[in-house]
């Protein structure tokens, strides 16, 4: 019996695949999760074949049945529904490049350049000239297995940025599927367990601090490593710092929503040793391009520098830490947790709540970042 809409519609998931089959070689192969996809069945030239032809939710039955009735036509006059039809579709590389166009405002400059690096370096030397309607899962199996194997983060982010270019791909009508949907069944998800950043007690984070100061590192690293602790800011934060953020007046420095986290702009409040920092780092304001904290070359730090730098000093700790040290000192102290949270840029409290909460608590959180300076300069 042919299929109807409202046998699609009740498609949910049953603990174990199945499909269901139409007309004209034309079948729906659903996954144990309930996942639908139209599959068209023929003999061509002699061997059967399957040909994928999407999501149902993006291929409606009547085109399904269109597209069916084609393969089966072109099938039976001698041809192959497979063989590749000339479009105007991007390539991957393109596409891509579209992708990250939109992307970027939210993403913030940083993190656009960060992608885009990814995509260069693991994606586009096999997809990057594909037009994007000819990628096929197995292109991506290509590309991503042996990174899965390597290194699984770069491979679990490579496989995020593809899937975007392919969803955008599927948006702009390129094509009708998106190839990385069934990665999921092959790739393996493994059972590692989550990794903390490493942090140390706020005592010894002093004893740390000493130690990068009297190292021999650029002193705009050190200057800001110094800084990346007084703030507990994130190192990306600090990193990209400007004077123009800077209000010296109030001791504040604003850092814009484009380079926080959160995308929303975070005022911190600056302490008298945090003031110290930025004095001994006014003598470097010729070479960063604006930059508070500019690399040797006048460049922005690199991300990797500062966990470089404090491995090479023996000191078991990530940058990301500092704020775990902050954090973990704050609760010791018995410090508000909605000011902790605050100075650290989290949200607070559920969605409604923060609808409600409009204040920063910027001089309560003043206090705070004063007694940590002190805490930790002493």
């Known amino acids: 019996m042919p299929l109807t809409q409202r046998q699609l519609d009740a498609i949910g998931p049953t603990g174990k695949p199945f499909k269901l089959y139409d007309r004209d070689g034309l079948m ?7 996942k639908a996809r139209w599959v068209w069945r023929g003999v061509v030239k ?30 039976r006059l001698g041809g192959d529904p497979r063989a590749p039809v000339t479009t105007d579709a991007p390539t991957f590389r393109e596409a891509a490049t579209l992708y990250l166009e939109i992307q970027s405002p939210d ?29 096929q899962t197995a292109d991506l199996m290509r590309v991503l297995v042996p990174l899965w194997r390597r290194q699984r983060p770069t491979g679990q982010r490579l ?19 998106d190839p990385t ?3 999921s069944a092959v790739l393996p998800a493994g059972r590692r367990k989550r990794k903390h950043h490493r942090y140390l007690p706020a005592e010894e984070l002093r004893e740390a601090l000493a130690k990068v100061q ?27 710092a400007r004077w123009r953020e800077v209000d010296l007046e109030s001791a504040t420095w604003t850092v814009p929503a484009s380079r926080m986290k959160s995308r929303k702009e975070h005022r911190v409040p600056l302490s008298s040793a945090a003031l110290g920092v930025l004095k001994r780092a006014d003598g470097l304001r010729g070479r960063g391009r604006g930059l508070v904290f500019p690399g040797i070359q006048g460049k922005m730090v690199g991300a990797a520098v500062f966990g470089r730098l404090l491995n090479d000093l023996g000191i078991d700790c990530s940058p990301h830490g500092f704020r775990s040290s902050f954090r973990s000192w704050c609760s010791d102290e018995g410090i ?31 206090e705070v970042m004063e007694a940590w300076a002190a805490f930790l300069v002493r």
Do not use: N
């Not at 190292?215 to 934060?237: K, N, Y």
């Not at 000011?339 to 608590?361: I, T, W």
């Open 336 to 366: 508000d947790r909605e000011v902790a949270e605050q100075a650290l840029a989290h949200a607070v409290g559920s969605q409604v709540e923060q609808c409600y909460a409009r204040s920063d608590v910027l001089e309560r959180r003043r």
């Open 214 to 240: 009297a190292s021999g590192a650029w002193i705009g690293t050190r200057l800001a490593m110094r800084f990346l602790a007084l703030t507990a800011a994130r190192s990306g934060e600090v990193r990209g």
């Open 46 to 75: 002699g061997k059967r074949i399957e040909v994928g032809m999407g999501s149902t939710r993006f291929r409606s039955l009547k085109e399904a049945r269109e597209v069916a009735f084609e393969h089966t036509r072109t099938a």
């Open 28 to 34: 729906v192969r659903v996954t144990a999760a309930g």
């Open 107 to 135: 993403w913030g400059e940083e993190h656009s350049r960060h992608v885009r690096r990814l995509l260069e370096r693991h994606a586009f030397p096999s997809l990057g000239d594909l037009p994007v309607d000819e990628i």
């Open 159 to 177: 496989r995020q940025r593809i899937a975007g270019v392919m969803a955008w791909s599927v948006a702009a009508g390129y094509r009708a599927d």
């Open 181 to 183: 949907s069934t990665l």
